[in-house]
Nanobody, 122 residues
Framework: QMQLVESGGGLVQAGGSLRLSCKASGRTFSAYTMGWFRQAPGKEREFVAVISLRGMRTVYGDSVKGRFTISRDNAKEMVYLQMNSLKPEDTAVYYC???????????????WGQGTQVTVSS
């Protein structure tokens, strides 16, 4: 089992920034692709970003492209999501997840964190 614990969520005004962190344990972190997803009330889980094993490849969802940046630190077993120019529609619970191979499909991610709430006020 891999345990994933997110942190860094909170309340921010539109146009502001937040940095989410996710700490992994229990498995060899560098062997897993890492991703971020989000889910707003009444909506399906949405792909946000994914990063390859050594960070050489990243993929972003269309709604966050150019505003969010995913990164990872394999030595610290951490993955981050820098969120800039936040909008009210970014309000959601954000989840960290791990997979084998670069994918954007939630069903292909093996392990999930509990999520952290991000609320963007207008």
């Amino acid at each position: 089992q891999m345990q994933l614990v997110e942190s860094g969520g909170g309340l921010v005004q539109a146009g502001g920034s937040l940095r989410l962190s996710c700490k992994a344990s229990g498995r060899t972190f560098s062997a897993y692709t890492m991703g971020w997803f989000r889910q707003a009330p009444g909506k399906e889980r949405e792909f946000v970003a994914v990063i390859s094993l050594r960070g050489m490849r990243t993929v972003y969802g269309d709604s966050v492209k150019g505003r969010f940046t995913i990164s990872r630190d394999n030595a610290k077993e951490m993955v981050y999501l820098q969120m800039n120019s936040l909008k009210p529609e970014d309000t959601a619970v954000y989840y960290c997840a791990s997979a084998v191979g670069v994918t954007t499909t939630p069903g292909e991610f093996l392990y999930w964190g509990q999520g952290t709430q991000v609320t963007v006020s207008s």
